[in-house]
């Protein structure tokens, strides 16, 4: 079984600000994740927020980015992760590379996009 949450001492963070969020894929990367875990190796520059791993709040988010593998059929992880002291985002135009630099400086883990704040 797994603990309740990641003790922050592990990241070395007082508070790992510890979600469950979904995230897309296909069969066979799910696969490869439950074998090998996540790497940023395989993230491309396509994303709003340039390379990385992406995760979401709504399991309908996530199903944007699955694959049918036939028939209505398609594969979402739900995942605990751990933001770490992240930059909170909520523009809705923005230059990834900008955003990355700016979390950098910043010192910050990672980048919550905020797409409802957006709007």
């Known amino acids: 079984a797994l603990p309740d949450k990641v003790d922050p001492g592990v990241l070395g963070l007082e ?14 990367g799910a696969r490869c994740i439950a074998k090998d875990d996540f790497s940023t190796e395989f993230s491309s520059e396509a994303g709003m927020f340039g ?10 988010k996530s199903d944007e980015y699955c694959q049918e593998e036939g028939g209505d059929l398609c594969t979402i992880l739900v995942c605990r992760v751990c933001l770490g002291d992240h930059h909170h985002f909520a523009d809705e135009v923005a230059e ?24």
């Open 15 to 28: 508070n790992a600000q510890e979600l469950y969020l979904f995230h897309g894929t296909s069969l066979a």
């Open 51 to 60: 390379p990385g791993l992406y995760f979401a709040e709504s399991a309908m």
């Open 96 to 119: 990834w590379r900008k955003i990355l630099k700016d979390v950098g400086e910043l010192g910050r883990h990672s980048v919550l996009g905020d797409r409802e704040a957006a709007k």
